[in-house]
């Protein structure tokens, strides 16, 4: 049937998580929020597009950066209230200039940082 | 330094979004709720337990289907309100029986379904 962005099951912000995976690699590179006029926009853009939870705008990932995602495919999940977009991501992920905003991880009970920042500008 | 489940940022229901990700094949296998005390219980435990919000209790995944979710590590996102799980998943992730619960893609406009039941029980 044909997919309409309504049909999600948005959260009382009318929100939903959506996570960006790596879609060459498998790396899970981060977590954002989508409304349905996002998910519309990233599917019909092929620009993976977020709904900023602090600003309170469309987040077109990359738009300042230069670090895009382009969308590979969406994908939700079986109780439609998160979505998986697969990309293509140029240069970092994080605003931190990681390939991937889980660089935390813990070990033996202390925080370990598993990643660096990318030197340069690869986007 | 140590590693405080009280330092991440929890919504206003107290949770944060935790992805499990599958530590071998890096496939995105679902997203559910963790409150600090299911992270602590999931790092000390080795057992990945969420906060099931429809319930309002913790949820040892698998406990009564047997699809458990053996602990490889956990990360934490840029912002610390996120967390990743990389697990060993026994069986279905998925409470229809499949692997994943992100089973449908969007593929020209349509919800197409690629990744069938497992049959039989894998757990």
């Not at 600003?55 to 209230?81: A, N, P, Y």
Request: aromatic share 8%; with cysteine.
């Amino acid at each position: 049937m044909g997919f309409d962005p309504e049909t999600l099951k948005y959260d009382d912000r009318g929100l939903v998580p959506a996570i960006a995976q790596d879609a060459a690699s498998g790396e899970v590179l981060m977590m954002a929020w989508m409304n349905a006029d996002a998910v519309r926009r990233t599917l019909e853009s092929g620009r993976v597009t977020y709904w900023s939870r602090s600003r309170q705008c469309f987040w077109v990932k990359g738009e300042t950066s230069g670090h895009v995602q382009k969308l590979v495919e969406m994908r939700i999940d079986c109780d439609r209230d998160c979505v998986l977009v697969l990309v293509e991501q140029s240069g970092p992920a994080c605003h931190t200039n990681r390939r991937s905003c889980f660089y935390t991880a813990l070990r033996d009970g202390q925080e370990v940082e598993i990643m660096s920042p990318i030197e340069g500008d690869l986007g």
